[in-house]
């Protein structure tokens, strides 16, 4: 060990970020000056957006917005402390309460994010003899679960049920409890989990089972209530794990299951009590967004309509969607540096969008991830396609056959999607 070594260091010598600016192809951080929800404005110009997760549309609804200006008359701003002190208001227990009705769920816990539901909730309930059975793809904040955890974590391949079958069979003996954890909807590549082989499983080694929601709630199911009730089940997920910060609009997060678990998290998990509460205007948003997913289908209609034209859309352009069933539709690039470059080209386009690079996902595997929305306009769509057909063909990701041919192997092999 050399006790010399200046700690920043690391900071000096990491130029990984800095030589993608340096190219001008930086993808991140783009700041919005304004937005309409299905469009942004940025460096003062107008753009399609395609990299949300406003799945609903919901953050620019008339009677969302005056939900929350209304909580910020009544309640203020912020909370100030942490719902176990002084921030518990009784707008967290009503939401609480309709998103336990809404899901068919004994009882439910506000987070103050989607980020540290995951992490409190999965590393209060794994003790030190625990296991976690963690999907290869699951998002960052189950991760970071499984990380906080003292209990161990074993991972199988991305929504492989031979895979999840063959490592409880080798490791369930060897463990007290167990949790399978998964994206019920994958973020990245839109697949979706194959929740009712899982389950099967899970229950044959005596497995609970934890969902996370975050991208299948507003979006399966058929008013919206997510995984679960896609595959028309219910009482089957133990725990069902969901964000605010996609279809309602918000910020915050929760899971859902019976009342004792619950109980348990409330009065275990750290990122829960010693964190500040959602804020007022984020609580109402969500509960009118509620009401709204209730009393208007035609949002949940148009967010499929649009899905469904991307989806034909992009693949009869050619392009390698993984097949995403949902409306997070992938575009297979490969390259890293081609994966921003398109960005780019996309963004001066006028159309805004975000590249999935490694560690996301694996070396030679970027995605485009493009998503879309309720509100989208089939103007803005159309608008869309068209680009991407140029831009497709120009950066050769389209429209030469060997190219796609080596894309469709990439899917095949890292993500374990056969492209129909
Ligand atoms: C699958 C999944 N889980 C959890 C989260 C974290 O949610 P939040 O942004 O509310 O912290 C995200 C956010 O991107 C997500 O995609």
């Known amino acids: 060990m050399n006790s010399t070594t200046d700690l920043f260091d690391k900071c000096l010598a990491f130029d990984d970020a800095k030589r993608v600016q340096a190219a001008g192809v930086y993808p991140f951080f783009r700041p919005i000056e304004a937005s309409s929800g299905s469009s942004v404005v940025t460096h003062g110009k107008k753009r399609v957006m395609i990299g949300s997760n406003n799945y609903l549309g919901l953050t620019h609804h008339p009677r969302v917005q005056a939900a929350a200006k209304k909580a910020i008359d009544t309640l203020g701003t912020g909370c100030t402390g942490s719902r176990f002190l002084n921030g518990n208001l009784v707008l967290h227990e009503q939401l609480e309460e309709r998103l336990s009705h809404f899901l068919g ?17 999965i590393s209060s309930l794994i003790g030190r003899n625990d296991v976690i059975y963690s999907d290869r793809e699951n998002h960052a904040s189950i991760i970071e679960g499984t990380r906080v955890s003292i209990g161990d974590t074993v991972k199988f391949k991305h929504n492989n049920m031979e895979d999840l079958e063959r490592v409880m069979a080798h490791t369930r003996h060897k463990y007290e409890g167990a949790l399978l954890v998964a994206d019920g909807v994958f973020s990245m590549s839109g697949d979706i989990f194959h929740l009712p082989q899982a389950i099967e499983i899970a229950r044959k080694y005596n497995c609970r089972i934890y969902v996370d929601d975050a991208h299948s709630l507003g979006v399966l199911g058929p008013k919206g209530q997510g995984t679960e009730t896609h595959f028309k089940l219910s009482q089957s997920v ?18 859902a299951g019976s009342a004792d678990v619950v109980h348990y998290i409330k009065h275990k998990a750290r990122p829960f009590m010693f964190s500040a509460a959602m804020p007022p205007a984020a609580a109402a948003t969500v509960l009118e967004c509620i009401n709204v997913v209730e009393e208007e289908p035609e949002h949940l209609e148009n967010l499929w309509r649009n899905a469904r034209k991307m989806s034909k859309g992009l693949k009869s352009l050619g392009y390698n969607t993984l097949d995403s069933q949902t409306p997070i539709i992938p575009l297979l690039v490969g390259d890293d540096f081609l994966a921003f ?36 306009t089939d103007e803005d769509l159309d608008y869309v396609l068209d680009v991407l057909d140029k831009l497709g063909r120009e950066f050769e990701i389209i429209g030469n056959k060997e190219r796609e041919e080596q894309l469709a192997i990439l899917a095949e092999t890292h993500f374990g999607h056969t492209v129909a």
């Open 341 to 376: 470059s398109f960005t780019q080209k996309l963004y001066e386009m006028g159309v805004f969008a975000t590249p999935v690079v490694r560690p996301a996902v694996p070396e030679g595997c970027a995605l485009i991830r493009t998503s879309y929305m309720a509100s989208h």
């Open 105 to 121: 769920k004994e009882a439910c816990l506000v987070f103050s994010t989607g980020f540290l539901s995951n992490q409190g909730a």
């Open 238 to 255: 133990d725990i069902v794990m969901g964000t605010f910060s996609k279809s309602f609009a918000s910020i915050g997060g929760f899971i």
